[in-house]
């Protein structure tokens, strides 16, 4: 069992009222990503004036923000609906917050023309202005014979201030998003250099290269004991056409663009081509199961690190990628507040 201490952990727990930041991170390891990268640990809320919330919260402070944490059931960790009523259940009980993060892991579209999209990246969203957010819910809309598939449900896109923080975030020195991969990796390195928990070091750190391979999208996971990579590509010093080969990374890279997001969890590489092209709307670059139940409930930026690539192989590559992939969109959070101070997110956040 992994036990995770903040840096500063401080017992008293402001009153509800005093949290202005919603972070919500779907899954248990996303949960311990984000705990790893707090200011301070207040605790839990002693007490809420929502007695139907069963949601259990974690308090904390990042940057001088007061945050307060959701995570999904642990029996729902996928889906729009848990991810909604989450939400709704948060705004309700803590009534100052005025806009969320939702942070957690993604399965990624690899290739899209000439972006290629590794491993351990990072996707944050971002809207083309016209048609669409950052966001769109690719499997709901209107199916007519003889059409393409109509989506029809319009999600808000990410608050002035956000977006705002991005922009300072990315432009603070001549390097731009390659300085700021360089700066969460130094980030991350620094952070498990404190943790005195080995077994976190090892499981948050950043995997070997030869751990990513991306097979090609006919080739199906075989089930089996020994795991993926000796069953899936055993034959691969043989048969090159198993993977799709590609130079490996020098560092991990920042994507801003389209993310799509649905009720069911991909692990089809065909059919993660065939929604990257639908449609006339941008390509996608990953997809996710909640963002689309939070961002009409709550003004919200999605990050996400990347954890697999949506294809038979992916719960293997989960196993290996999630507590990474986890880590670097936490950092990449808490790095977007501390563009931001507590003063302006009082003063107004363009939510409206």
Known sequence: ??????????????????????????????LTATKLILTKLHGRPQKTNNPSDSTIYTLGEIYGHNVVIATLPFNQQHGIAPAAEV??????????????????????VPIQGKKQVYLGDIVVMKGDGIKHCGVLQYDYGKDVQGQRFQKTHFLNGAPRILQSGITQLVSWDCRGTKGLAEDIENQIRHKLRTV???????????????????????????SGSEGCGLRCDQDSIYDYGKLV?????????????????????????LERDRLAQEGDDAPYLCFETEA????????????????????????????????????VAAVYGSALLSRITPSEIQKGCGCS
């Open 245 to 269: 080969h590609r130079d490996p990374p020098e560092s991990l890279s920042i994507h801003y663009g389209l993310i799509g997001s649905g009720n069911k969890l991909i692990r089809n590489a």
């Open 1 to 30: 069992m992994l036990l995770v201490e903040a840096p500063s952990i401080n017992a008293r727990c402001d009153p509800a009222q005093s949290y202005t930041v919603a972070w919500i991170c779907p899954t248990p390891t996303s």
């Open 196 to 222: 005195d928990d080995l077994e976190v070091q090892m499981r948050f750190s950043r995997p070997a290269p030869d751990k990513d391979r991306l097979f090609r999208a006919e080739i199906e996971h075989k």
């Open 87 to 108: 939400v709704t259940n948060l705004t309700f009980t803590f009534p100052n917050v005025k806009f969320g993060l939702l942070v957690g892991t993604a399965s990624a």
């Open 292 to 327: 689309a139940g939070v961002m009409n409930k709550l003004p919200c930026l999605v990050v996400r690190g990347i954890s697999n690539y949506a294809d038979s192989h992916g719960d293997e590559d989960d196993e290996v990628w999630e507590p990474y992939a986890a880590l």
